[in-house]
């Protein structure tokens, strides 16, 4: 596959992008990783709450150094804050509120995703793993689940695909993708282009995509 020299968005930047997507009033989850940064950037004039399975109802964004609480963690085990008004419970009442529907949003990271919605995003056949966590309860029973991903494996090999090769989290359930290249939505057509990042050309996204990729008109370049 070819290399290109590009400017690519980093990890805060997509976490921004999909900040965009939290609406007043949100009940939302916040996978490991990427999505994590996501608690930074919850824009102003909105009110959100954070849920994380291990039991919290109320996560705030990551505390400064020095300030860090080594009891107030994510999922992730990463330190957190709370906001005023959060609660602490077992992990069987927060799964329940998972799998009863009430979280409108969970953003995700990914290994894989395919142009139907497909994710893989837990194991790698042959490495060990501490287990599922959450995700599949999450991709199950979430309203909307949106994807924060790199496009490109560590061998350059794209990670948007026709069908996932790794073992499936979940079937048909993911709506956007936001990538270092760019953000789709998954329809019909498969992975189809909204915006593209400062710098990438559609070349380069046609190259690095090997899922069914769609593009319609002028794609607006994200404002970083």
Aim: proline letters at 4%; aromatic letters at 6%.
């Amino acid at each position: 596959m070819t290399n290109f020299q590009i400017k690519m968005l980093d990890k805060n930047q997509i976490a921004k992008l999909i900040a965009r997507e939290l609406k007043d009033g949100y009940y939302v989850n916040l996978g490991i990783g990427i999505p994590t940064l996501v608690a930074n950037f919850i824009p102003e004039g909105i009110e959100v709450v954070l849920q994380s399975e291990n039991g919290l109802l109320g996560m705030g964004p990551f505390p400064y150094e020095g300030e860090e609480d080594a009891d107030l963690i994510n999922a992730g085990k990463q330190t957190i804050t709370t906001v005023p008004g959060s609660a602490f419970f077992d992990s069987a009442m927060s799964f329940g509120m998972i799998r009863a529907g009430r979280v409108d949003l969970t953003v995700l990271g990914a290994m894989e995703v395919a142009d139907n919605g497909d994710i893989a995003n837990w194991k790698i056949p042959g490495k060990m793993v501490k287990g599922m966590g959450g995700a599949m309860d999450l991709v199950a029973s979430a309203k909307n689940i949106i994807v924060a991903m790199q496009h490109v494996n560590k061998a350059g090999e794209s990670k948007l695909l026709k069908k996932c090769s790794l073992p499936i989290t979940g079937l048909g359930c993911v709506k956007k993708v936001v990538t270092e290249l760019g953000v789709f939505d998954i329809t019909e057509r498969g992975f189809e282009l909204r915006e593209i990042a400062p710098g990438v050309t559609i070349e380069e996204i046609k190259a690095k995509t090997e899922g069914r990729l769609y593009i319609e008109g002028d794609i607006p370049v994200i404002e970083i």
